[in-house]
Structure formats: C-alpha cells, structure tokens
C-alpha cells in the first residue's frame, strides 16, 4: 500500500467512531411555533392583471410592427439592388 492509499485508510478509519446527528427533542415544535398562522396572502385585482395583459398586447404589437418594417426595408432594399443590377447587364456593350 502506497503513502496515499495508506493516508485515504486512515481517513476513512477515523470515522468510524463517530456518532450520527440528531436534533433535541423540542426543535420540531420550535420551528412550528415560529411560523405564522395566520399567514397574509397577497392576492391581485383582476383591474391590475387585465392592465398587465394589455400592456403585454401593446408591446408585443409594436416589436411585431417593427419586425415587419424593418423587413420590409431589407426587401426593398434588395429589390432596388436587384434591379440596377438588372440594368447593368441589359445595357452592357
């Protein structure tokens, strides 16, 4: 057995006397004592969700609008590029 392998051994033995974790008996009450009964719970207006659902429409109108201008730029500008093309070979000597 090399050094290492005896270091690892010895390591390992030295956790066999060990005893596992266990919690004092009153800990569990503890902890339930601690959290609120009467919890408040936060609940939304239905005005507030539908204002939240037509700012979500309008933004979404407005980047699919822009999504479309600026396609229908690059097209346009691919049709203007396509036809002086066009012109050049038909009126090369």
Do not use: C
Not at 3 to 23: G, R
Not at 59 to 80: E, G, H, P
């Amino acid at each position: 057995m090399d050094k290492k392998e005896k270091w690892v051994h010895e390591t390992l033995k030295s956790l066999d006397n060990i005893k596992t974790a266990s919690p004092r008996d009153d800990l569990f009450d503890t902890i339930i004592t601690r959290i609120p009964v009467n919890k408040e719970r936060k609940i939304i207006p239905l005005r507030h969700l539908g204002w939240v659902a037509a700012v979500a429409v309008i933004i979404l109108t407005v980047n699919i609008y822009t999504l479309k201008l600026k396609k229908d730029s690059i097209d346009n500008t691919a049709k203007k590029s396509e036809d002086q093309i066009s012109l050049l070979t038909d009126y090369s000597f």
